[in-house]
Every structure is written in C-alpha cells, then in structure tokens.
C-alpha cells in the first residue's frame, strides 16, 4: 500500500476569511476517506484544494508529488473531482459526457484517438452504462446521472477519487447502489477516494476512516465508532441525537429533548 | 468487452455537411447568375470554368461581359462566402467561450470596436490601398481587441466569477460607448461621412478580388484556429471549474478563442462593414438542426454562414432591382425577427 493522497498543514482563505486552516490528512491507495462536518465547515473547499481548484498554503501530495509541480493536465491525471452540483450540458449524450473524461490525455488542438473511446467503452460497460449510451443525459435518473458522473471521473484513470456529497439527492435504495459501486470500484482498481458525506449513519458504514470537520479545523480522524460520538455531534453539530450500536454498525438518531408547549 | 464500440454523437454529421456543401454551391451559381445585365445563365457558368487552370472552355461572352461575371459577379459572392463563414464561426465560438447562446460579435462590442477603428482610419484618410497589410483591417483589429478585453475587464470586475450575463452586459455597454466615440470621430469630418455610412451599413457591392485577397488568409488561419478548439469548446460547456480538474487552462482557451474570433470578425467587418446578426443566426440554426457539440457547430456555420450571407447579398440586390439594399439592412430585417423567435422557444424548452 502507497500514499495516494497526502496533505500537511492545509489551509484555504478568501481574503481575510480562513475556510480551512492546519489539515492534514493521508489516503492510501484503495482506501476510502470519508468527510463529515456540519454546513461550512470546509468540506467541499478541501476537495477542492486537493484538487488543485482553490488556492492553498501548505503541502498537498499527489503519488507523493507536490501539486505544485504537476501540469494541469498531469494534476487531471491523478485526481477526478465529482462535485455536488456538476453542470450537465443540455442534450450531451452519456458517451460524449464520459468522453469529457479523456481531456487530462488530448492536447489543447486533439480530439480523441479511438483508444479514448475504448477506454470510454470499457468503464460505461463497467458501470452498466452501455444501454444508456445515447442517451441524453439531462433526460437520465438521480440514479443513473450519479453512475454517469463516477463514469467520467473514472474514464480520467486517475488513482484519487474525490466525491462531493455523491448520494444527496438519491433515494436511500439509489444511496446504496452508488456507495456499494464506489466500494466495489476503490477494492478492483485500487482507488483512493476522498467523499464528503451528508448522512452519518451512511457516513459509518461505507468509509474505512472518517475525518470530522469542522470550522475548517480537522477534529478528529478514525473509525466511524470513534468520530461519531454524542458528544462531537453535540460539539460541532450543534445536535441532540442518541448512538445505538449494533453489528451492522451504528444508527445515529436524532433526538427531540424540547418540544414546544400548547 | 462489447465488439461493437458505441460512437459518439458529437460527431460532424455527414448528412448536414453535404447539405451544407450543397447550399454554399447553390448559392455560389445563384449568385453568379443574378445581376443587372441579364447574361445566359450557362455561359456565365462555362466563363467561370474557363479561369479554372489548364481548362479551356468557350463560353461565347463578349470580353465586356466576361468582365462582368469575372471582376464583379465573382469576387462579390465569394466575398459574401468568405465574411458569412467568418462572422458565424466567429459568433460561434465566442458562444462556446463565454457559454452564452447570445454572445455575438456585437453584443460583446467586438463589431463596434472595429467599427471605431475602421472610421478612424476613413477619416484620417488612410483607406488607400497598400497590400495585404492595409491599414483598415488593422485598425479595425485592434479596436476589436481593445473593444474585448474592455468587455471582458468590465464583465469580470465586480463580481468574483466571470459570469455569462454580467459579461453580455458590459458588451452592450462597451458597444454603445464605442459607437458614441466613432460617431463623435465620424461627424468631425463631414466630407468623409459619406463613405463612413456606406461602410458601417456593410457593402459587398465593390468587392473586388483585391479585397477577396486581404480577407482570405485572416479567413482560413482563424477558422482553423477555432475549429482546431471544437473539442475543448465542448469541454467547457461543463463549466469553468469542472473543465480546470479535467486539466483545460480555460483563462488560455478563452484567449486563444477570443483573439482568432476578434482577429477575424475585424478583418471581415473592415472590408465588408457591419452585417449584424449573421454570428448569432447562423450558429443557432446549425445548434436546432445538427446538435450543441461544438465539433458540428463550428464547421457547419463555416458552411451555412457563407451559404447564408451569398443568398442574403443576392436578395439585397433583386429586392429594389435596379436599385440595391445594403445587405446589413437585410440581415437585421430577417434577422431580429428569427432571434427573437430562437430567444423565446430555448427559453419555454426545458
């Protein structure tokens, strides 16, 4: 196992403001990161820093490279971003959008070789995706655009994943499908994968580690048993919720201690 | 692995480029046949053949009529191919670069830009023909040039993202701020006003192969420069962040594209004047008909454009026959009706 993801002593501002400040973080290759953290606390700005997308002090590693000295194109290479809200092109077709993937390996003037589309075909087989091909995707399920979101991450070969939020809008059932697929890929290919997580109890189950942010500080970094406590949720969630524990994992309840008076 | 490979659908599709083939070809031999001095249509066609080189044909045409298709018929329709294709590719990239269906060589003030230098150079009486490097094409360059980067300053200021509105915005501004200027630069000198006006409502009615000549390389090197950026172009249609963690410079892409755009729209503005609307036409239809990848919008335009602007220009002519109508007067008559059309069905479509 090698370091795919290494950053020490990260830190975004926007002017004055610190979006987040002093993180360190490692991901090895097939392992699985995962962020939680109430709203702002610089969960998205950290994928995105390590991604090279947001202007950062310290040191983030790439295959044990400072990003600094890659090329764009070589930085695309090694980490595919999935954000939260992608834009999708009205009336792309899935194969074309997929396509977009091959960009880290084409010149500013190249169009795809047909060795981009036999790489293009492999993943959108791997992801059940080859029915949908012609498909536009602006006409595509929540479900089915997330597959095809991973599909363009992965036609980027890149070894670190990041994943903004990838089951927000899913129903629990299309949750399940798009975390088991990513756990499935990360074991096959050796991925890293860095994702920012909404629901705590999915949160648990499917990372190895979960890094909890928070105020764009890392509090604290371990299993889903050790970050997930009434009392850090308490702390940094400002929430009220009861931990039940069993062995598929742990269940993170709301709890209502106040109700209002009639 | 699946042995039939699914292709992609942003390719070209051979369909529309016959098609447009076919209506650059049509439009060419209507062009030829319509004018003034009715000549026999065929021996307007075996004269033109006959300047093919190593084909000797007769065509029967007195040396005067032979002047006629051969020095005003024929350059004025391929400089109606040429400053169409231009103005479209041009309207098209810019919509790619600013992913804004509404970006256009004149909403961004470009046209204007090069409107001011072109009359600069009138009024300073600079028109006298000088080669390939003649002043006007110059001027106009680089008041397209300065015409969009002040755009692009203004749009980008203000706000912490460039955003495909606020830039649209600042063009207009930029535009009507330029015209003022080339009006005031204009009404300064009265005895030039006239060739001013002339020039601004657009003219192909003088093209002579000297201006064929001075248009063509600015032409070919700039549209193959923004066709070459056909893919890139799609890829920016996932936005500026998504397109910069796929690896694409997009601050490098939107320079290169801004400038070839610039660069051409100016040429084809300062030997024709300024036929409105063609840029944002032509691209628009090519979108409706053959898909939004850039890789069909940019050649097809290329070919519809030039098809579009000879059929336009013949039109000017026949409308008040003897008589003609500038052709910028009849791009904006069929023009601001079919945009406002485009505007409003892409805004109740999904």
Not at chain 2, 100 to 115: H, I, M, R, T
Request: hydrophobic share 50%; aromatic share 6%; with cysteine.
């Amino acid at each position: 196992m090698s370091t795919a993801m290494r950053c020490v002593g990260l830190g975004v501002s926007v002017g004055a403001r610190a979006l987040l400040s002093d993180v360190s973080l490692e991901v090895e290759e097939g392992e699985w990161l995962g962020v939680v953290g109430p709203n702002g606390a610089g969960k998205s700005t950290l994928l995105r820093a390590i991604a090279g997308l947001a202007p950062a002090t310290g040191v983030v590693e790439l295959d044990a490279r400072p990003i600094g000295t890659l090329t764009r194109r070589e930085r695309a290479q090694r980490v595919a971003l999935v954000p939260q809200t992608p834009t999708v092109p009205s009336g792309m077709t899935v194969l074309d959008y997929v396509l977009l993937g091959r960009t880290p390996y084409l010149g500013f003037f190249a169009v795809e070789a047909p060795t981009d589309l036999d790489i293009t075909n492999d993943v959108l087989g791997s992801l059940d995706l080859l029915e949908l091909a012609s498909r536009p995707i602006d006409t595509l399920s929540g479900g089915e655009r997330q597959r095809v979101l991973v599909a363009r991450a992965l036609a980027q070969q890149s070894r670190i994943l990041l994943l903004d939020e990838p089951t927000t809008a899913l129903d629990i059932g299309h949750q399940q499908e798009v975390l088991e697929l990513i756990d499935k890929l990360r074991y096959e290919r050796g991925l890293a994968v860095v994702s920012t997580m909404h629901d705590l109890t999915i949160a648990a189950q499917y990372p190895d580690r979960l890094a909890l942010l928070s105020a764009g500080r890392v509090v604290t970094v371990g299993t889903g048993d050790e970050v997930l406590t009434e009392e850090h949720l308490a702390a940094h969630y400002g929430a009220t919720v009861r931990i039940l524990r069993d062995a598929d994992g742990i269940v993170v309840i709301p709890t209502r201690t106040k109700r209002p008076s009639r | 692995m699946i042995a039939t490979l699914t292709r992609p659908h942003s390719r070209l599709p051979a369909r529309w480029l016959v098609i447009g083939v076919g209506l650059v070809v049509l439009a060419s031999l209507a062009g030829l046949a319509v004018g003034p001095v009715s000549l026999p249509i065929g021996r307007v066609f075996l004269e033109v053949i006959d300047h093919i080189p190593f084909v000797r044909v007769h065509s029967g045409l007195s040396p005067r009529q032979a002047d006629i298709v051969w020095q005003l018929r024929l350059p004025r329709v391929v400089m109606g191919l040429l400053v169409g294709a231009m103005l479209s590719v041009a309207g098209g990239a810019y919509q790619g670069a600013f992913r804004n269906p509404l970006a256009d060589p004149y909403l961004l003030g470009v046209a204007a830009g090069a409107g001011l230098g072109a009359t600069v150079v009138i009024v300073a009486g600079g028109t006298t023909r000088s080669g390939i490097v003649a002043p006007l094409p110059l001027a106009a360059f680089a008041g397209a040039l300065v015409a969009v980067v002040l755009t692009y300053a203004l749009g980008a200021s203000g706000e912490r993202r460039r955003s495909a509105t606020s830039l649209v915005l600042a063009g207009v501004a930029v535009a009507s701020f330029l015209t003022a200027v080339q009006t005031w630069v204009q009404q300064r000198k009265s005895d030039t006003i006239r060739e001013v006006f002339t020039w601004i409502l657009g003219r192909l009615t003088t093209a002579s192969w000297h201006d064929v000549l001075i248009l063509l390389p600015y032409v070919v090197v700039t549209s193959a420069i923004l066709i070459a950026c056909r893919r890139v172009l799609d890829v920016l249609s996932v936005g500026d962040d998504e397109a910069s963690s796929l690896g694409v410079n997009v601050n490098q892409v939107r320079l290169v594209v801004v400038v070839a755009a610039s660069l051409g729209t100016a040429a084809a503005v300062s030997v024709s004047g300024l036929i409105a609307f063609v840029g944002i036409i032509v691209p628009h239809t090519v979108r409706l008909l053959a898909g939004r990848s850039y890789r069909s919008i940019l050649p097809l335009s290329l070919l519809f454009g030039a098809a579009f602007l000879a059929f336009t220009d013949l039109l000017a002519r026949i409308v008040i026959s003897p008589a003609e109508l500038p052709i910028g007067v009849v791009t904006a008559f069929f023009g601001a009706p079919f945009f406002l059309i485009v505007l409003r069905s892409s805004r109740t479509s999904p």
